[in-house]
Nanobody, 118 residues
Framework: QVQFVESGGGLRQPGESLTLSCVAS????????IGWYRQVPGKQRELVAA???????TYADSVKGRFTISRDNPKNMMYLEMNNLEPEDTAVYYC????????????WGQGTQLTVSS
């Protein structure tokens, strides 16, 4: 079992930036494709961005050009740099090993809340 712990959320105004961090347990982090997901109340968790174990990235259309996913395998860390934030980005953000557009491989952590509001 791999555990993921997210951090870095907060309150931002539209147009501002924020970077989320995620640390994973275990020694095989570098072998996984990993993703950042987000969820708002009443809606299904959705994939925001993913990065393969080789460093190939993909993004949801809603964040393309604004968000950047990256990873530091030796540190078991993953990041989500978010620029030009919009109120629609408000959600709880989670990281996990990628399984599909809505699910991760492992149990979800507590996530980190991002609120974008003026």
């Amino acid at each position: 079992q791999v555990q993921f712990v997210e951090s870095g959320g907060g309150l931002r105004q539209p147009g501002e930036s924020l970077t989320l961090s995620c640390v994973a347990s275990g020694s095989v982090f570098g072998l996984y494709d990993i993703g950042w997901y987000r969820q708002v109340p009443g809606k299904q968790r959705e994939l925001v961005a993913a990065i393969t174990h080789r460093g190939v990235t993909t993004y949801a259309d809603s964040v393309k050009g604004r968000f950047t996913i990256s990873r530091d395998n030796p540190k078991n860390m993953m990041y989500l740099e978010m620029n030009n934030l919009e109120p629609e980005d408000t959600a709880v953000y989670y990281c996990n090993a990628y399984y599909n557009e809505h699910d991760g491989v492992y149990d979800w952590g507590q996530g980190t809340q991002l609120t974008v509001s003026s």
